[in-house]
């Protein structure tokens, strides 16, 4: 018998960035849960000043260490994996991870020398719109899109919460979602991942923080990934010990939507799958 998903939790977050407790408590929560293949994915360093306290310090020794000291710890009983979420706007060397996440939380432009988060305020997004595309929220989401098809040309081994820009939008308040310039937007940044490399994961993340009432990626995307014959991952990218595993059955609904029967599981020894 094929294991279950929640065997599996790679998309989590620590003390070393911007989680609510330390990587030995999320192993051990993790383990607690049942969870076999741990993965710890801290925020990469970005040179952002907002970013400040909220990613992984420029040098990673800190970081893979505890890592390594939990994959000795748990020998035998539950494998911890060391990766990371790789942001578009990291700084530094990706070298020497198990598993990489690829993601964009902000955009960085050169007309007005800031950043710009996707999800953290409506304060940020506003500026993005006003300041550096002019008044234009599609532009935005063209821009952001860019940057996401950009990074999985890089073939990430997993494509982070890939339509992230949708966290503050749930009632439409910046952008219609089903505009076809945004539809057009979105899925040519899809289309830039290889599907024989990449991993779409189906992330609860701002579900359980409560932005969201569905897992991202939307079910267009979705849909779409599976026609390109593309694989999925379920991931909760939790901050705390009581998110490892929260709303795995509601990602995993997401996914038989979408037409698949079967998710992925990240482990030492690579790729695996089980049945929904």
């Known amino acids: 018998m094929k294991p279950n998903a929640k065997v599996c939790s790679v998309h989590t977050h620590s003390t070393l960035c911007d989680g609510k407790n330390t990587l030995a408590e999320m ?52 494998e911890v994996l060391l ?28 007309k007005t020398g800031e950043y710009y988060c996707v999800d953290w305020g409506a304060e940020s997004l506003t500026a993005c719109r006003d300041k550096a595309c002019g008044g234009d929220f599609l532009s935005v989401a063209e821009w952001y899109y860019q940057d996401v098809a950009a990074l999985a040309r890089q073939k990430p081994t997993i494509l982070g919460h890939m339509d992230l ?3 503050l939008n749930p009632d439409g308040a910046f952008f219609d979602e089903t505009a076809p310039r ?19 994961e189906i992330n609860t993340g ?8 569905t897992p991202y990626p939307a079910p267009l995307l979705l849909k779409e990934w599976r026609g390109m014959g ?3 991952i379920l991931t909760s990218d939790a901050h705390s010990t009581d998110a490892i595993l ?31």
């Open 246 to 276: 929260f709303g795995y059955d509601l990602a995993a609904e997401a996914a038989r939507s979408a037409g698949f029967t079967e998710t992925a599981i990240l482990t030492m020894d690579g790729l695996s799958l089980c049945s929904l």
């Open 27 to 78: 192993a051990s929560a993790a383990y607690a849960a049942g969870v076999r293949y741990f993965g710890a994915s801290g925020h990469s360093h970005t040179p952002s000043p907002s970013d400040a306290g909220c990613v992984l310090d420029a040098d990673l020794s800190a970081y893979r260490t505890e890592v390594l000291r939990l994959r000795k710890e748990y020998a035998g009983r539950m």
């Open 206 to 213: 701002a579900v359980q923080r409560g932005y969201r009432k």
């Open 230 to 232: 593309g694989k999925v």
């Open 182 to 200: 945004y539809r057009a937007a979105a899925l040519a940044a899809l289309h830039a991942a290889d599907p024989t490399v990449t991993l779409l």
């Open 83 to 110: 990766g990371i979420e790789w942001d578009s706007q990291a700084d530094g060397v990706r070298d020497g991870f198990d598993y990489w996440i690829g993601s964009v939380h902000e955009l960085h432009s050169l």
């Open 165 to 167: 820009l949708t966290k």
